[in-house]
């Protein structure tokens, strides 16, 4: 059964940074993949940041394309997401989500499996 722990999350200021990390355990294969997925109050849920561990592919949105970097650890199964110069607008529940195939795409339709979020909250 794949289970996903999400860490990282808190209350930071406008201008500061933060790391999320995904653990990652059940998955049978070496051709799964991990995104990040945020939900801000009354929003859809949306990708932000998605990686694969059979290649060298990676997805950022455009809203935060230059401020966040996407990062795994194959031996750990474990995918980081390093966030700066966070704003008030990035103020979300961030999800770790997972398939046990290559993602297409960086979006919900991908996704099997999903974390329990973690809050983010940035003061301005």
């Known amino acids: 059964q794949v289970h996903l722990v999400e860490s990282g999350g808190g209350l930071v200021q406008s201008g500061g940074s933060l790391r999320l990390s995904c653990a990652a355990s059940g998955f049978t294969s070496d051709y799964y993949a991990i995104g990040w997925f945020r939900q801000a109050p009354g929003k859809e849920r949306e990708g932000i940041s998605c990686?694969?561990?059979?290649?060298?592919?990676?997805y950022y949105t455009d809203s935060m394309k230059g401020r966040i970097t996407i990062s795994r650890d194959n031996a750990n199964n474990t995918v980081s997401l390093k966030m700066t110069s966070l704003k008030p607008e990035d103020t979300a529940i961030y999800y770790c989500?997972?398939?046990?195939?290559?993602?297409?795409?960086?979006?919900?339709?991908?996704?099997?499996?999903w974390g329990q979020g973690t809050q983010v909250t940035v003061s301005s």
């Open positions: 990686i694969r561990f059979s290649d060298e592919w990676r």
């Open positions: 989500g997972a398939s046990p195939l290559p993602f297409r795409d960086c979006v919900l339709g991908e996704i099997d499996y």
